[in-house]
Structures are given as structure tokens and as C-alpha cells.
């Protein structure tokens, strides 16, 4: 989907980040994490628990977390993920502070700049999410961060709300990405962003708005299912009326007491007195928080998320009843998760979505910028040919976590174009002319690197050039006929024991890398 808001600010973000100097600070990052892996031996063995719980707990695996892993262990690899607080990603983060200063900005500050069209926080946002994803050391705290932001979903171009996420993403859902749903859920609720997305913000005893109330106990904590009914839609509108903007706050959240329906009501069977105010919808989203359903209907969305597309009921009961037992507490219910043996039995069954195999891509093959306004312009269209451009699903359910809603020969054929342009740097880059006017030009974009050289190190031989790059990106043995298969494309009619010139190893090395990330190995996680 397209505004022209968004419009103008992907043309310029070639001409805005040439300039930033993200590019340097990227790909020195990019250079640490290829030297630490290149001056440590890896494993004879790596084990396959291990690779499986790197891949679901991140946006790709790299060399550089597998040697962590392997050093400290996996049980303190994941005891740190789950404590990001102890990880220094102090070099990502200053990078999209100096280069995006509005992620920093208060909502004041970032509605006085409105008018200027060189200022795009919207964009501003998308990118950096993108990055994080890519290149944050804190990884299982990014993909917690991208699960709820689709849990409690906003359209970023839904009008003033491409002002508004900013702040919210900042205030409201990061630092609570591995924090207590019920604090998240109460932040929720108050951001401006979603009073607007779903039209409480004009929710009045005059006038219900039953927006919000739907999709509060739809989509943020029942579930469809979940033992409610018209009424207590109904009832929960009331009890959210008067919840709305005021621009004359510093957080833009305002309850007005005349318009807030005082008499009684009864949500779920539960009565909540006459003339109380902003206290109704608190208790509300204190009774949806602590319900059974709610644990039930979060429980089976993470064990989609990190298990499978079916996960089996006996895991989602028992990560229900964790969810109760510890009051939410994202982190504690994700350790059990994460270490059951459900999680364990489940390897290579969840198929990447496209915001997990666009950044895989770039992490495992440990791309690198040549141009950085066309490094992120590349990212930012191929996720949105891909369609999972972040913070950018319309319908408040978020982008789906089955594999059905994004496998098609269609998404196929983009996702091997992809990897065929990353492999040969020949990704066509829509122009503007093109984005423009709708018409067929294409510019070759030279804006990703993928070091062949490096992923291939010594091997020369095509059955060495293949060995060394499952080994480099996929990180696990592939079938024996698949192995010979690619040894034969590697090989091109040349025998396969005997060393190539070191042009044409990298020629075929590209070839390999090209194959590796088209296939169904590297599709799933």
C-alpha cells in the first residue's frame, strides 16, 4: 500500500541516508562479527538443538552467535537472550540515533515538525526496525518486540498515527517486550496511536464507539472464543468512554469526564459500580489480563510463533497455566517455552516470513553495504514485495504467523529473484520513475555485497565450495541427493575434486549461495 506520504519518503531515502554516514558504522559492525568468527574455531559438531534454538529466537544465524553459544553454552545463551538488559548493543543504537534523530523525539516535538517534507518519522521507523532486526545483538528481544507490535497492531499510515507510533514503539512496547502483559496492555490502551487507529478517541456516552472493545477482547487478550458476547462488547465501550487525545499532555492521553458514561456496568459477569470514571476501563483491562482466556489465547499465538503452525494443546495448557501462574511475565513464560520439549521435537517445521527471511539472508550470508541509501532502499522493497514491510499491516489482526498465508508460487518466485540479485549483486531496484509512473524501468542496484570470497575461504574444489557453504549458512547437513545435486550445479561440467581458478570458485561460489537461499532448508527455521 502506498500514500504519498510514504510515497516521497522512499524516494528520498537514498538521497537522506547517503549522507547519514550509517553506512560505515553498519558495516564495521558487519567486519567485528566476521572477524571474531574467523578468529575462533567452530565446532567439529554443532549441536542441532542448538542451531534450532539460534533460528527461532532470532532474524537469521550467524557464525558470530553460534561461537558465543558454543562458548558460554546454550542455557546461558538463552539466559542472556532473556535478559537483554545485560547485552551491549550500544553500537546499533547510537548508528539509528545519530541517523534518525526523530526516534528519539517527543510526540511535541515530532508534531512541530509536521510541515517540514523532508521529515519522515514514519520512515524513520520502518528502517530502523528493519536494522534492529538485522543487526541487534539483542535478538530474541526483536523478535519479541515485532510479536507484540503485530499483536497490538497499528496501521502506521492511518492518518496522524504516522506521527504517533514513534513514541509509542519507543515508550510503550519495547521496554516491555519481555515485560508483564498487563503492564503492556494498560500502556496499550492509553497510546494515542491505537486510540486513534481504533476510534476510541471518539468513544462518548453520547456517541459509543465499539471499535476498541471489540478487538480489545478479539484480538489483544480473549480471543474469538474466548466466552464473550455482544453485550459485553457493549459494556466495555462504555467503560472506555471518555479514554481519548488531548493534545494539551505531554504522552497526548486525555480522560474527559464529561463524556464518560457513570452508571453501572457488567462486563463478564463482573459488576463494576455507578459513578466511577477512568477506574472502569482500568478494572476492565485488569479482569481481561487475569482471565483464563487471555492466557489461553497468548499461550497459543507464542507456541505458533516459536513452535509450530499446530502446536499440539498440550503445550499451549501448559504454557496457559505459566502465563497465570506468573502474572504475565513474558520472559518466565517464553523460558519455559523455549526449553520444553515440544520446542525441542519441532526443527525446521515453521516456514520464514518475509521480515525473517529478508534479514536472514543479509545475516547469514554477513552481506555488506556498498551504498547504503540503496542497501535500505533493497530492504524496504523486498519487504514490501514480500508484504511484511514493518508496522505496515492494515486489518488490526497484524500479519499472519502461518505458513499457508505467505507460501505461494507467486511469494516463491520473489523470494528466489531475492536471492539470486543478494548472490550476483544484481537486484533490480525500482527507480523512481518506475515508482512513479508505473512504467518497466529497472536499475540494477550495487548497494548489497555478499563476501563469496570470505564464505568460501580456502575450498576451491566444487564438493569442498558446497560443503563449506552449507556449513556457512544453513549450519546443517542437508540429504544426500540434495548435497550431490548442488555439487553438480557448483561443478558447471567441471569435475568435482579437482580446484578451481580462484575467479571462477567465487563465480561458482555465487552460484551456490544463490541455491542455498532459494531452498526449502533455508525457507523454514
Request: aromatic residues 8%.
Amino acid at each position: 500500500m502506498n500514500t504519498p506520504t510514504m510515497n516521497k519518503a522512499r524516494q528520498d531515502l537514498g538521497k537522506r541516508l547517503g549522507q547519514s554516514g550509517l553506512g560505515e558504522g553498519l558495516n564495521s559492525i558487519i567486519a567485528g562479527q566476521s572477524s571474531a568468527s574467523a578468529s575462533t574455531q567452530l565446532p567439529s559438531q554443532t549441536v542441532d538443538s542448538l542451531i534450532h534454538l539460534l533460528g527461532r529466537t532470532s532474524f537469521g544465524v550467524t557464525q558470530d552467535m553460534i561461537m558465543q553459544a558454543d562458548v558460554i553454552g546454550e542455557s546461558a545463551w538463552l539466559d542472556q537472550q532473556l535478559n537483554p538488559e545485560s547485552i551491549d548493543d550500544s553500537d546499533i543504537e547510537e548508528l539509528l540515533a545519530t541517523a534518525f534523530p526523530s526516534l528519539q523525539m517527543s510526540y511535541a516535538e515530532i508534531l512541530g515538525q509536521t510541515e517540514d517534507p523532508e521529515f519522515n518519522p514514519a520512515i524513520d521507523l520502518v528502517i530502523s526496525a528493519i536494522l534492529r532486526q538485522i543487526f541487534s545483538p539483542k535478538q530474541l528481544f526483536e523478535v519479541m518486540t515485532e510479536f507484540w507490535t503485530n499483536h497490538f497492531n497499528v496501521f502506521l499510515f492511518d492518518g496522524p498515527v504516522e506521527y504517533l507510533k514513534t513514541v509509542d514503539d519507543r515508550e510503550n512496547i519495547r521496554p516491555l517486550a519481555l515485560g508483564r502483559f498487563s503492564e503492556l496492555l494498560h500502556r496499550n490502551a492509553r497510546s494515542p496511536a491505537m486510540l486513534y487507529y481504533l476510534d476510541n478517541y471518539s468513544n462518548t456516552v453520547q456517541g459509543p464507539n465499539e471499535n476498541y472493545a471489540r478487538e480489545l477482547m478479539e484480538l489483544h487478550t480473549l480471543g474469538v472464543n474466548g466466552g464473550y458476547n455482544e453485550q459485553d462488547v457493549a459494556e466495555v465501550a462504555r467503560c472506555f468512554t471518555g479514554w481519548s487525545i488531548d493534545t494539551r499532555t505531554e504522552d497526548l492521553f486525555g480522560f474527559f469526564d464529561i463524556t464518560h458514561d457513570t452508571d453501572s456496568k457488567v462486563v463478564l459477569g463482573q459488576g463494576i459500580p455507578a459513578g466511577q470514571g477512568i477506574e472502569d476501563g482500568e478494572q476492565v483491562l485488569d479482569l481481561l489480563a487475569e482471565h483464563p482466556s487471555t492466557a489461553s489465547f497468548l499461550a497459543s499465538k507464542l507456541c505458533r510463533r516459536f513452535i509450530s503452525d499446530t502446536p499440539d494443546q498440550g503445550i499451549i495448557d501448559m504454557i496457559a497455566g505459566r502465563f497465570s501462574e506468573t502474572d504475565g511475565d513474558t520472559r518466565l513464560v517464553l523460558e519455559t517455552l523455549l526449553t520444553s520439549d515440544a520446542f525441542r521435537s519441532a526443527q525446521g517445521v515453521k516456514f520464514k516470513r518475509p521480515s525473517e527471511y529478508v534479514a536472514s539472508v543479509v545475516r547469514s550470508t554477513s552481506a555488506a553495504l556498498d551504498n547504503e541509501g540503496r542497501y535500505l532502499r533493497l530492504l524496504f522493497d523486498q519487504l514490501q514485495i514480500l508484504g511484511q514491510l514493518p508496522f505496515f499491516s492494515n486489518p488490526p489482526t497484524g500479519y499472519p504467523d502461518q505458513e499457508t498465508s505467505w507460501l505461494s508460487s507467486g511469494a516463491l518466485l520473489s523470494r528466489w529473484n531475492y536471492a539470486l540479485g543478494i548472490s550476483y549483486g544484481e537486484l533490480p531496484l525500482p527507480s523512481s520513475r518506475n515508482f512513479d509512473n508505473n512504467q518497466n524501468q529497472l536499475l540494477y542496484s550495487d548497494g548489497i555485497n555478499v563476501p563469496v570470497l570470505d564464505l568460501i575461504g580456502e575450498a576451491r574444489t566444487p564438493a569442498a565450495i558446497t560443503d563449506r557453504l552449507i556449513d556457512r549458512i544453513l549450519h546443517r547437513p542437508i540429504s544426500f541427493d540434495d548435497r550431490k545435486a548442488l555439487i553438480t550445479h557448483v561443478a558447471d561440467g567441471a569435475p568435482n575434486s579437482v580446484p578451481l581458478e580462484l575467479e571462477q570458485a567465487v563465480k561458482r561460489g555465487r552460484a551456490a549461495v544463490a541455491a542455498i537461499l532459494s531452498s526449502r532448508y533455508f525457507q523454514f527455521r
